[in-house]
Nanobody, 121 residues
């Protein structure tokens, strides 16, 4: 089994920054592909960033140039650095992991519980 635990969410002003973390526990290693997703009330879950085992990344247009996904394999931890935050970034943020390369599609096998990010104008 794989368990994912997000942290680092909070409330910030527009233009501010946050760094989210996703700690992975259980039967997981660097061969897993990981992603960040978000879901605002009344909206579908949106893939915003993904990273595969060789370090290749993908970003949704909505966050490109502002967010950076990275991972520390030694710590089994995924990160999302979020800069220049906008009110439309307000959502519950989830990390996900899978051996398959789903990229920004919400089809990952393992999901965290989510961490709330609220951006005020």
């Amino acid at each position: 089994q794989v368990q994912l635990v997000e942290s680092g969410g909070g409330s910030v002003q527009a233009g501010g920054f946050l760094r989210l973390s996703c700690a992975a526990f259980g039967y997981i290693d660097s061969s897993y592909c990981m992603g960040w997703f978000r879901q605002a009330p009344g909206k579908e879950r949106e893939g915003i960033a993904a990273i595969i085992s060789d370090g290749t990344t993908r970003y949704a247009d909505s966050v490109k140039g502002r967010f950076t996904i990275s991972k520390d394999n030694a710590k089994n931890t995924l990160y999302l650095q979020m800069n220049s935050l906008k009110p439309e970034d307000t959502a519950m943020y989830y990390c996900a992991a899978d051996l398959r390369e789903w990229w920004l599609l919400p089809k990952y096998n393992y999901w965290g519980q989510g961490t709330q990010v609220t951006v005020s104008s």
